[in-house]
Structures are given as structure tokens and as C-alpha cells.
């Protein structure tokens, strides 16, 4: 069998991006504002998902952590770390929050402007592993010979997806069939419209949440697998700034990363229920207690790092694994892509 990889070589898509940042420069939107204090810095964010996963974020948010420190936030998602950067190289973000294997591409591609990470906010994946009928005891080897909706090729949701696999003496591209075609975001439809017979019909599908919880609620699929659970602790989501805007802005920086902290020590502190009260609005076509089983389960998988500081022992661990999906031959300096001046002030 095959990886059924239908997407453009990673390597003409930063190439593309770099062309529209080069075309961009000075072209950036001016976010809106919704605050009506004039002195507050506009700062608009690219999230690569709109998730659960990312609740410390959302807390901050809605608990005006970022309005408390005279930040004015604009919150964009990109639906993928290629359209996420894509909007950070071009400047139409200010920050972008996705996965940093994002930035070790555009960095290898020879960006002068460059994205530098600088606060990480997840330390485990934060996908999960749908089956298209119930499994009791689920262990890997009931994957081989499947077909399963995956991830982009190159993105940090199918390379930690085939990580485990690996880990697993699975070969991801005899054993089993993996369609990375469909756009991000769109599996869990993909997936639940399928009928048996159809071409695409999948086995599985790996999806974050709310859409995995929505699939087991609609009994059209059940969670058996935590990734985040069975790859171990990885660098899964950071922040970054284009080098240019670190070194101009680094007390908006700063204050940004102090408002992240507030919602990271709110997480650590309060219950599911009360997480999940605060992100509803984030939320709005999620019931409160399917947010709040979401809260509790990536709780209890220990999701979210205490702090923001990126460790050169987490970035290695994450070229480690683009080294294992055959998408990095050389490795990257440590510190030319991360830098914890703002993430360490913060705590």
C-alpha cells in the first residue's frame, strides 16, 4: 500500500511563500480593533486551528489578559501551518501560532526575514485516532491494511501520526493506506459522509477536537487512540515573529507573552468545568459539558507546559522526528529559529 500524498511538493510551496512575502513587504492588512483605547498595540494572530487544544489562549483572551496588558489582539485562523506562515512571511499577521517544523522550512528555503519561535504552548499532541466502528483494547497493529484520513504532508499532525506508527514497527507506506488529500479541517466531514463502497472510504481518521468528540456524539466514530498520549511529550505548537518584528517590537512581544502566561497559570489552577465556562464563547456551537469532557481529557494527558520557554532539548526532539518523516536533511541552529528572552521574563 501507499501514502496517498495529493498535495504540491512542500518545497514550491515556500518557495510561493517566499515570493508573496518578498511582493508583500509593507502590504500587510491593519487588523480591526475592538478596544477603544487608542494607546493599545494592534496585533493581529494567525492561529493554525481553531481547537480546543489551544484553550490557555482562549482564556487569555476572554479573560482580557491581553487587553490588561495594552495589547489590542485580532485573532485570524489560517486552517494550516503553510497558510499560517504564508500570512506571517507576507505580513498579514503579526504572530503566528502553529507548528515550529513551519519555521525550520521557510528558514532552510532561505528566508532573510525569517520566522523565530518564541513561546511554546503545547508540550503533547493534541489529535486522536477515530475508528469507523467501536475497538475494545485497541492496539496499534489493528491499523495495518486500513485506509485512514490523515494530515499535510510535512505538518506536525501526520508526521507525529507516522511517528507512532514507526514507533510501532509500522511501516507508513506498505502497511496501511494514508490519504493526506483532503484539506485540513475537512477530514471529520469527509469521513463521517462516506459510505462503505465509496472511494475514499476510510477505516479511521485522525482528528483534533471538537471534531473527534463530535464523531463519537453523532455515533459516526470512536476515539480510540490518544497521539499525544502515544507519541510522548513533542514541541507541538509554538508562537513565532518574523525576525524583523522581534527586533522592532520586542515590548509588544513581551507583554503578548505575559498575557499567554496569565492563561497558561489559569489552566494549571482552575478545573475543567471552569476552563470550559471561560472558552465557550470561543465556542459557540459547542455544548459546555463537550467542552468541558475536551478540557478534562487534554488535562489529564498533561497537554499544556507550566511555561512558555522552549528548550533546545524539545526543538532537537522535533527535527528529530522531521528526520524520521524524511522531510529534514540537514539540522537547524537552535539559536537562530527559538529564542526565550520574552517566555522566561514572563513566568
Same mark, same amino acid.
Given at each position: 500500500?501507499?501514502?496517498?500524498?495529493?498535495?504540491?511538493?512542500?518545497?514550491?510551496?515556500?518557495?510561493?511563500?517566499?515570493?508573496?512575502?518578498?511582493?508583500?513587504?509593507?502590504?500587510?492588512?491593519?487588523?480591526?480593533?475592538?478596544?477603544?483605547?487608542?494607546?493599545?498595540?494592534?496585533?493581529?494572530?494567525?492561529?493554525?486551528?481553531?481547537?480546543?487544544?489551544?484553550?490557555?489562549?482562549?482564556?487569555?483572551?476572554?479573560?482580557?489578559?491581553?487587553?490588561?496588558?495594552?495589547?489590542?489582539?485580532?485573532?485570524?485562523?489560517?486552517?494550516?501551518?503553510?497558510?499560517?506562515?504564508?500570512?506571517?512571511?507576507?505580513?498579514?499577521?503579526?504572530?503566528?501560532?502553529?507548528?515550529?517544523?513551519?519555521?525550520?522550512?521557510?528558514?532552510?528555503?532561505?528566508?532573510?526575514?525569517?520566522?523565530?519561535?518564541?513561546?511554546?504552548?503545547?508540550?503533547?499532541?493534541?489529535?486522536?485516532?477515530?475508528?469507523?466502528?467501536?475497538?475494545?483494547?485497541?492496539?496499534?497493529?489493528?491499523?495495518?491494511?486500513t485506509y485512514v484520513l490523515g494530515?499535510?504532508?510535512?505538518?506536525?499532525?501526520?508526521?507525529?501520526?507516522?511517528?507512532?506508527?514507526?514507533?510501532?514497527?509500522?511501516?507508513?507506506?506498505?502497511?496501511?493506506?494514508?490519504?493526506?488529500?483532503?484539506?485540513?479541517?475537512?477530514?471529520?466531514?469527509?469521513?463521517?459522509?462516506?459510505?462503505?463502497?465509496?472511494?475514499?472510504?476510510?477505516?479511521?481518521?485522525?482528528?483534533?477536537?471538537?471534531?473527534? $468528540?463530535?464523531?463519537?456524539?453523532?455515533?459516526?466514530?470512536? &476515539?480510540?487512540?490518544?497521539? @499525544?498520549?502515544?507519541?510522548? !511529550? =513533542? /514541541? *507541538?505548537?509554538?508562537?513565532?515573529?518574523?525576525?524583523?518584528?522581534?527586533?522592532?517590537?520586542?515590548?509588544?512581544?513581551?507583554?503578548?507573552?505575559k498575557a499567554l502566561q496569565k492563561?497558561?497559570?489559569?489552566?494549571?489552577?482552575?478545573?475543567?468545568?471552569?476552563?470550559?465556562?471561560?472558552?465557550?464563547?470561543?465556542?459557540?456551537?459547542?455544548?459546555?459539558?463537550?467542552?468541558?469532557?475536551?478540557?478534562?481529557?487534554?488535562?489529564?494527558?498533561?497537554?499544556?507546559?507550566?511555561?512558555?520557554?522552549? $528548550?533546545?532539548?524539545?526543538?532537537?526532539?522535533?527535527?528529530? &522526528?522531521?528526520?524520521?518523516? @524524511?522531510?529534514?536533511?540537514? !539540522? =537547524? /541552529? *537552535?539559536?537562530?529559529?527559538?529564542?526565550?528572552?520574552?517566555?522566561?521574563?514572563?513566568?
Amino acid at each position: 500500500m501507499k501514502n496517498l500524498r495529493k498535495i504540491k511538493p512542500l518545497a514550491v510551496l515556500l518557495t510561493v511563500v517566499l515570493l508573496l512575502s518578498t511582493l508583500a513587504v509593507g502590504c500587510g492588512k491593519t487588523p480591526g480593533s475592538s478596544r477603544s483605547d487608542s494607546s493599545a498595540k494592534k496585533v493581529t494572530l494567525n492561529e493554525v486551528a481553531h481547537s480546543i487544544f489551544y484553550a490557555p489562549m482562549y482564556v487569555a483572551i476572554e479573560e482580557g489578559y491581553f487587553a490588561d496588558e495594552g495589547i489590542d489582539l485580532e485573532l485570524v485562523t489560517g486552517y494550516g501551518a503553510d497558510k499560517t506562515m504564508t500570512a506571517l512571511l507576507t505580513g498579514e499577521a503579526d504572530i503566528g501560532f502553529m507548528g515550529s517544523e513551519a519555521s525550520v522550512y521557510t528558514y532552510l528555503q532561505g528566508a532573510q526575514d525569517y520566522a523565530v519561535n518564541f513561546a511554546q504552548l503545547t508540550q503533547r499532541a493534541g489529535n486522536f485516532l477515530v475508528s469507523r466502528t467501536p475497538i475494545e483494547n485497541f492496539n496499534w497493529n489493528m491499523i495495518k491494511g486500513t485506509y485512514v484520513l490523515g494530515g499535510r504532508k510535512g505538518g506536525m499532525p501526520q508526521m507525529v501520526f507516522e511517528y507512532i506508527l514507526k514507533m510501532n514497527q509500522i511501516d507508513p507506506d506498505t502497511d496501511l493506506t494514508i490519504d493526506t488529500s483532503i484539506d485540513f479541517g475537512s477530514t471529520a466531514a469527509a469521513f463521517s459522509g462516506a459510505k462503505e463502497g465509496d472511494a475514499g472510504y476510510a477505516d479511521f481518521t485522525v482528528e483534533f477536537e471538537p471534531h473527534a $468528540t463530535s464523531l463519537e456524539t453523532q455515533q459516526k466514530g470512536y &476515539i480510540v487512540a490518544s497521539l @499525544g498520549v502515544d507519541s510522548g !511529550y =513533542v /514541541p *507541538y505548537t509554538a508562537f513565532s515573529a518574523r525576525k524583523s518584528y522581534i527586533e522592532e517590537n520586542p515590548e509588544t512581544l513581551l507583554a503578548f507573552t505575559k498575557a499567554l502566561q496569565k492563561g497558561m497559570n489559569y489552566v494549571s489552577n482552575h478545573s475543567a468545568k471552569e476552563i470550559a465556562s471561560v472558552i465557550k464563547p470561543q465556542f459557540p456551537e459547542t455544548e459546555l459539558d463537550t467542552i468541558t469532557t475536551i478540557v478534562a481529557r487534554y488535562q489529564a494527558q498533561d497537554t499544556w507546559k507550566a511555561d512558555l520557554v522552549y $528548550t533546545e532539548d524539545s526543538f532537537t526532539l522535533l527535527q528529530n &522526528i522531521l528526520m524520521e518523516a @524524511g522531510e529534514l536533511e540537514e !539540522y =537547524v /541552529p *537552535y539559536k537562530d529559529l527559538v529564542t526565550n528572552t520574552f517566555a522566561e521574563q514572563a513566568k
